[in-house]
Nanobody, 122 residues
Framework: QVQLVESGGGVVQAGGSLRLACVVS????????MGWYRQTPGIQRDLVAT???????NYGDSVKGRFTISRDSAKNTVYLEMNSLKPEDTAVYYC????????????????WGQGTQVTVSS
């Protein structure tokens, strides 16, 4: 069974930094795109950043220039470096991974972590 476990959330003052990590474990053939999303109560889950197996990245407009996504494929881990944090960055941050279960074409599934709370105080 594939599991995603996030860590690194917490409370930080505006202008500060945090680094999130997400480790993917379990029986799998490989991991394609990995990413971070965030959600506040009553709001849909929004894209923060994604990174492909080849290292291509994509960011939500609100975090461009402040957040950096990276991955260590050998450790099945994706990171999110968050700088210049703002109160509006407060949310639960979720990790997502597209996991390839076998060599068969199309045998890939999306998995989510349980989320980690990030709170930015003004």
């Amino acid at each position: 069974q594939v599991q995603l476990v996030e860590s690194g959330g917490g409370v930080v003052q505006a202008g500060g930094s945090l680094r999130l990590a997400c480790v993917v474990s379990g029986s799998m053939f490989g991991i394609n795109t990995m990413g971070w999303y965030r959600q506040t109560p009553g709001i849909q889950r929004d894209l923060v950043a994604t990174i492909t197996r080849g290292g291509g990245t994509n960011y939500g407009d609100s975090v461009k220039g402040r957040f950096t996504i990276s991955r260590d494929s050998a450790k099945n881990t994706v990171y999110l470096e968050m700088n210049s944090l703002k109160p509006e960055d407060t949310a639960v941050y979720y990790c997502r991974a597209e996991v390839k279960m076998s060599v068969r074409v199309g045998d890939s599934y999306q998995f989510w972590g349980q989320g980690t709370q990030v709170t930015v105080s003004s």
